[in-house]
């Protein structure tokens, strides 16, 4: 079982920056693409940003520019780095992550994202 744990979630002010992390337990070589989604209250649960193991990165268009995916193989980790945060990004955020044996989908418990006026 692959667990992933997400953080670096909290408040901040509209036009203001975060940067969250996603935690892996175990080589990140062993996903084909990992990725940030985000659910709002009584919204569905949509993508956000994802990343290839080759590096390779998409986002969506409400966050392009705005919204930097990366990963640290090293350490296990991706990362979403959040400028210009508007109200409407305010959502829970989580980490996903497809493994390469039966293309497993995992995913992590969420971080509370809020953005004020």
């Known amino acids: 079982q692959v667990q992933l744990v997400e953080s670096g979630g909290g408040l901040v002010q509209a036009g203001g920056s975060l940067r969250l992390s996603c935690a892996a337990s175990?080589?990140?070589?062993?996903?084909?693409?990992m990725g940030w989604y985000r659910q709002a209250p009584g919204k569905q649960r949509e993508l956000v940003a994802t990343?290839?193991?080759?590096?390779?990165?998409n986002y969506a268009d409400s966050v392009k520019g705005r919204f930097t995916i990366s990963r640290d193989n090293d350490k296990n980790t991706v990362s979403l780095q959040m400028n210009g945060l508007r109200p409407e990004d305010a959502a829970v955020y989580y980490c996903?992550?497809?493994?390469?044996?039966?293309?497993?989908?995992?995913w992590g418990q969420g971080t509370q994202v809020t953005v004020s006026s």
């Open positions: 996903n992550a497809r493994a390469r044996i039966r293309s497993q989908d995992y």
């Open positions: 175990r080589s990140i070589f062993s996903f084909n693409a």
């Open positions: 990343i290839t193991s080759g590096g390779s990165a």
